[in-house]
C-alpha cells in the first residue's frame, strides 16, 4: 500500500500548485468482507479529481459526494458503505474523511522515509458512526515521532487504526532483453519499484527500460548490491551462462525477499555445479533459496505472459500462498 500512498503525495503537489484543496478518503475499519480492506486510501481534490481507490470502482462515486461538505467545512467526516444490500459483498465499510493538508515536516518526513526505504506509522482516530467530528483524523509517525495531518485528532474515546508502511516494494531486474522490459512494465504498473541491471558493453540507456527507476550499468562484481533489501524481488535473467556465473558470485550475500533464476531446471543445475567448481570454498546455502525456473506453471509462452509467471511467483512467496484457482479455495479470498 506504500506505493499507492507515494502516488497520493505525488499527485498532491501537483493540486496544490494549481491551488485547489484535498481531502484524504481512509477505509479504517470494516464489518464483513469487502474488495479491499482497511489501510487503502484515496485523494480527492475539488475540481472532482481521484487518485487511488478504496474499492474496485463502486464506493468512490459516494466517497467523492460525501467529501463535498469537508471541503466546505475543514471538519472530518465518518461515512458508511453497507455493500451487503448493494454490491453482495457481504462488509459494512468505515470511511475516514479527512482535510488532506500536511505539513512541510510531515512532507520532509514522507519523502525521507521513501528515499530511504525505512518503514513509517500512520495513526487513525474514529468512530463508528456517521457524521462530522471535530477530534478524528489521522496522524503520522516518522522515527516514532507523531506529526498530525490536521489539527490533531483526539485519541481519547475513538477507536484507532494503526497501520506499519514499510518500504515500496522494488523489483532488481539482472538482464536488459526484451523480456526484462516486459516484466519491468508490469511490475510498474503494479506500483512497484525497479531497478534495472546491464553491462556496459550491451549500451543500453535508461530510455531502452520506459519508467524504470534506476539502470545500473555495472560490470557484475560493481553491482550495487546494498539496494538488493528484504523488499526486493531479485531476477537474473541475462540470457548468458557466463554473465549468469558472476551475477550469482556477485548477489551470493544479498537476502532479497525473492530470487528468481529464468532457464530449465538442467540449466540451473548445471550453472551451480560450475559454480561448485569454480568457488569450492565457499557457502552454496543461498542455492536453497534461488526460485529457479522463475514463475508459476499457467502455460506462459509469451514474454508478456512469461512476466506475469514470474510476477505472481513473486507475490505467492512473498505473502506465503500456495498459488490455487480460488473456486477451489476453502476459505474467503482473503484469508
Excluded at 462488509?91 to 512532507?107: D, H, K, R, V
Excluded at 482516530?125 to 485528532?153: C, M, Q, R, T, W
Aim: hydrophobic share 40%; net charge negative.
Amino acid at each position: 500500500m506504500t506505493h499507492e500512498l507515494k502516488k497520493i503525495f505525488q499527485e498532491y503537489g501537483n493540486l496544490r500548485a494549481k491551488g485547489l484543496k484535498t481531502v484524504l478518503a481512509s477505509v479504517v475499519a470494516l464489518d464483513g468482507s469487502s474488495y479491499r480492506r482497511p489501510g487503502v486510501r484515496m485523494l480527492i481534490s475539488e475540481d472532482g479529481t481521484m487518485v487511488g481507490a478504496v474499492s474496485g470502482g463502486c464506493v468512490e462515486k459516494e466517497v467523492l459526494f460525501q467529501a463535498a461538505s469537508v471541503f466546505k467545512t475543514d471538519t472530518p467526516k465518518m461515512m458508511t458503505y453497507d455493500g451487503r444490500f448493494r454490491l453482495g459483498c457481504e462488509g459494512i465499510l468505515y470511511i475516514l474523511i479527512e482535510p488532506f493538508q500536511p505539513t512541510e515536516a510531515l512532507l520532509k518526513g514522507f519523502h525521507r522515509s521513501i528515499k530511504t526505504r525505512t518503514p513509517f506509522k500512520i495513526l487513525s482516530y474514529y468512530v463508528k458512526e456517521y457524521g462530522e467530528h471535530a477530534n478524528i483524523g489521522s496522524l503520522f509517525l516518522f522515527d516514532e515521532k507523531p506529526i498530525p495531518l490536521g489539527a490533531g485528532p483526539d485519541s481519547t474515546e475513538r477507536s484507532t487504526y494503526e497501520q506499519t508502511l514499510k518500504p515500496c516494494y522494488k523489483l532488481a531486474i539482472v538482464g536488459g532483453e526484451h523480456d526484462a522490459v516486459k516484466l519491468s512494465k508490469i511490475a510498474l504498473e503494479m506500483g512497484w519499484e525497479v531497478s534495472v541491471s546491464v553491462v556496459p558493453s550491451e549500451g543500453k540507456i535508461i530510455a531502452d527500460f520506459p519508467g524504470i527507476d534506476e539502470l545500473w550499468n555495472v560490470e557484475p562484481q560493481d553491482l550495487p548490491i546494498e539496494k538488493i533489501d528484504d523488499q526486493t524481488a531479485l531476477v537474473l535473467m541475462t540470457h548468458s551462462y557466463v554473465k549468469d556465473l558472476k551475477y550469482l558470485h556477485a548477489v551470493k550475500t544479498c537476502k532479497p525477499m525473492y530470487f528468481g533464476l529464468l532457464g530449465p531446471s538442467k540449466r540451473r543445475e548445471k550453472l551451480f555445479n560450475e559454480y561448485i567448481d569454480l568457488y569450492p570454498d565457499e557457502d552454496y546455502a543461498f542455492f536453497e533459496s534461488i526460485h529457479g525456473p522463475a514463475g508459476i506453471n499457467i502455460g506462459a509462452e509469451a514474454p508478456e505472459e512469461i512476466a506475469i509467471a514470474i510476477l505472481s511467483e513473486i507475490l505467492a512467496v512473498i505473502r506465503n500462498q500456495e498459488p490455487i484457482m480460488l473456486k477451489d479455495k476453502k476459505e474467503g479470498i482473503h484469508n
